[in-house]
């Protein structure tokens, strides 16, 4: 019966993986591209028509309705079963595809920063000549080495690390808890077989998958959301207090984290509160759940920067960029725009749209399918670049809104008497299901090996089997994306606690390295090439593009 449908599904599945697997090869950093981005809406559009028409759109609604009802039958051994892959399937992600590897200067900043409060104290005593050691994200001032970051996710890290669960396994355990609560979240607004479509429509993606296998904190922000949205729903059809008080907290544990996504999040709620007259009362107990993480928040600060009102990147240089809307800002809001496209399908955004609008016209908005536009709309006056990224992780945390908000549109209409809308739609939900799991397979092996090659410099002093060192970094490594010679010098919150301590080259100042670390050799590393240093008044190194004239003789390892 559903031959036809089941032919054009995997169709669909294999020109998506043939056409990714290409976009990723020729493009993997410039992915946002506005030809690739059309040439993918055409394909996209093109097996929606044609899954959608005439005989076959009907076929293409009873295969939707038949895998989705067989997953609903199978009951709890089934989601037990598909939590523990799941679990099992992240877990893999992060250990093996991502090395545990801490991928940007934010993740390393993060495990540096779990690392610190694991020592009982919010920032470490800087290092003599700190300019060897200086990273994009870990700051030094006033004596004091510390994150630019706040406190939220790595102490949430030190409270799991402190049971012992590994840092590379913190994130897999909270994607498995958000794609159960996401379910839950979706139960209480349709169907349970649309609601399993929503599960499948998060946990397939790799913007889900690889953001809850890194070290990033933006998938405990993506859990808090949907524990808002669920609390504060359940708060303004019941009005128990305790509902209330949940949504403060989560929304406070957001504050902690990153403060500027918790007032966009925060703010449909809070109108919500405001225009619903009989559960004003809520907003005092959503305060008040809120209440133990601003005052923690102002701790974190005073204890880092001696001012409960001033956060750690503020107290370095300026404050973040947030301003007027500008052509940078609209730029990329564009370009964030383009990546979600790409990391989910094409099918998303105008589906989201179309939705949107339906629901408004029946009236049947509520303030969860306002917290995407809203932080869209914020983050247009945000003119900071989010670099080193597993698709437009700004965007991340209310993603999972905006399928939500398609699932209410979607419901009716999968069950509804007009079968050929219902037919376009199953298709819609076949494609863009094809088009995640067609862009995830590639995305997974080109992320594997641009963290391997990242990690070239490491795995050369592991097999030079180098001991009580230093090894000053000349260059940057990696093919596909390069990570510069600031992102490498990579050490613990105190230097030279470390049996081999990284440092930068800095030409004629190398030899205060001698004084720093007294009896320890000095190597250096550029291009792939490891090097013993001496330091003499002729300058001569290993020729590699990107280094700076030292006056170091080199003399290569055995």
Sequence with gaps: MNRSALAFASLTLAVSFGFH??????????????????????????SVWLMGRGARGRETLALVDR?????????????????????????????????????????????????????GRLYTDAPA????????????????????????????????????????????????????????????????????????????????????????????????????????????????????????LCVGLI???RAFDAIAVAAPFVAALLLTKDRRHGLYYFALGGLPFIVLLGMFNAGVTGDPLLNPSSWFSSSEPVGQINSKTMGLTAERLFLLQLWTSPVLLPSFAVAFIVLARSRKLDFID??????FAAFVF?????????GPRYYFAVWPMMILTILKALDPVLSGANRQWSAVAAAAVCTHLAFQVGFAVPRLVLEHNVVSQRQEMYRAVEKAGLKDAVVVISSATGRIRELMARDLVRNGPVIGDEPVTYALDLGAKNALLLTLFPGREIYRYACGHIEKLEVTPDAKYYDCPGTMPDPIRSRPLP
Excluded at 21 to 41: C, D, F, L
């Design 129 to 248: 000549h700190p300019e060897f050691f200086r990273l994009v994200r870990y700051l030094v001032k006033d004596g004091k080495w510390f994150s630019r970051y706040q406190a939220g996710w790595p102490a949430v890290m030190t409270v799991f690390n402190a049971v012992g669960v590994p840092y590379w396994l913190i994130n897999p355990l909270l994607g498995v808890a958000a794609a159960w609560a996401f379910f839950v979240l979706c139960r209480s607004a349709v169907k349970r077989n649309t609601a399993i479509i929503g599960v499948l429509a998060l946990g397939t993606s790799a913007f889900f998958i690889l953001n809850f296998a890194s070290l990033f904190s933006h998938g405990l922000m993506l859990l808090c959301t949907i524990l808002l949205a669920l609390s504060g729903r359940r708060f303004l059809e019941s009005g128990a207090w305790r509902y209330a008080a949940a949504a403060g």
């Design 67 to 119: 895998v989705t009802a067989m997953i609903a039958q199978r009951g709890r051994w089934l989601a037990v079963a598909v939590t523990v892959l799941g679990l099992m399937f992240l877990a893999f992600t992060a250990k093996v595809v991502l090395e545990a590897f801490p991928n940007s200067g934010d993740e390393l900043a993060f495990v540096m920063q779990a690392d610190t409060y694991r020592m």
């Design 255 to 257: 504050g902690f984290s």
């Design 21 to 46: 697997a290409i976009w990723n090869a020729y493009e993997p950093w410039r992915e946002y591209r506005a030809v690739s981005s059309a040439a993918a809406t055409i394909v996209a559009y093109a």
């Design 382 to 390: 945000y003119g900071g670049d989010a670099g080193q990224q597993y």
């Design 370 to 375: 306002w917290i995407a536009p809203v932080l």
